[in-house]
């Protein structure tokens, strides 16, 4: 998230012949991924003091633990900008631009597999196989898109959710650990998505070659940001155009680094569309089997 400082900081200046605007962009555990939340209040605190001397644009983040607590804040107005997980962002839609959406791309990709692991060396060949076993995954997966895909998956195949299935589910702040934690066979599999596998299998290559996918959803997208309906125009394009050149400077690409992302791209909010569908297949299952 330590991104959106280096964004804000730029927004302020490009704002500087605006009539005065306060962006206050809100985020929840779910939307900061896996960057640590103490380095990002701590980073934004300190840009935020370097951006007072600007009249004409007043910069805050404001930082909510849950998914819940952040569409309160913008049901109530509390913040004008988003940025959070596809998830989040439909279910604060009606409050939300369709209208500019960018989002985060990853080795010139804008979207990402959601992947279960096991080892090479194990005899897992099918998810049936997994009932009784032992998963790991990192927890915002487990809060957002993993458990709306691997609860999915696993009804298709009319077994029982992901907390009844498996014996035990390790939740780690990384998805490095939950990759870790597989490759020393502490547990069977592990739910991550493929861009943190990729990441993770170029610090450790032993990974890739004691590793296999046995099962790979459609990518979709991991980030969205947005501003809120009722953002005045100039405010909104200025925000947009910072976004999308913020890997234009040495400092903004060091940024993106921290972020792990290759820079930011323009989004239509059809890309949602998967994801959509998703989320209505889950609940379709849900219903013809009873569960709830």
């Not at 280096?6 to 985020?27: F, K, M, Q, R, W």
């Not at 370097?50 to 909510?64: I, V």
């Not at 569409?71 to 107005?77: T, Y």
Request: with cysteine.
């Amino acid at each position: 998230m330590m991104v959106f400082i280096g964004v804000i900081n730029s927004l302020c200046i490009s704002l500087t012949h605006a009539e005065p605007y306060d962006l206050v962009a809100g985020s929840s555990s779910i939307g900061f991924r896996e960057n640590d939340k103490q380095n990002v209040n701590i980073g934004f605190k300190s840009a935020f003091n370097a951006l007072l001397s600007s009249e004409n644009m007043k910069c805050d983040f404001q930082n909510y633990g849950t998914s819940e607590e952040l569409a309160q804040a913008i049901s109530k107005g509390q913040v004008n900008a988003f940025f959070g997980s596809p998830i989040e962002f439909l279910r604060s839609e009606l409050y939300l631009m369709p209208t500019p959406l960018v989002s985060g791309v990853f080795s010139q990709k804008l979207k990402s597999k959601i992947i279960l692991v096991v080892r090479k060396d194990s005899d897992i060949n099918a998810l049936e196989q997994l009932k009784g076993k032992k998963l790991s995954t990192q927890k915002t997966m487990l809060g957002d898109m993993g458990i709306l895909y691997i609860d999915t998956l696993l009804m298709e195949h009319q077994l029982q959710l992901t907390k009844k299935f498996f014996s035990e589910i390790q939740v780690s702040e990384k998805s490095n650990t939950a990759l870790v934690d597989l490759f020393f066979k502490k547990v069977d599999a592990a739910l991550l998505s493929e861009s943190q596998f990729e990441i993770a299998a170029e610090l450790n290559p032993q990974i890739r070659q004691k590793t296999r996918v046995l099962e790979a959803s459609e990518p979709y997208l991991t980030f969205v940001a947005a501003l809120t309906k009722g953002t005045p125009e100039q405010a909104a394009n200025s925000i947009k155009n910072s976004l999308l050149t913020v890997n234009n400077t040495t400092k903004g690409r060091n940024i993106l680094s921290l972020m792990k992302f290759d820079g930011f791209k323009e989004i239509n909010i059809s890309d949602l569309d998967d994801i959509r569908k998703l989320i209505e297949k889950n609940k379709q299952l849900k219903e013809q089997q009873h569960v709830h």
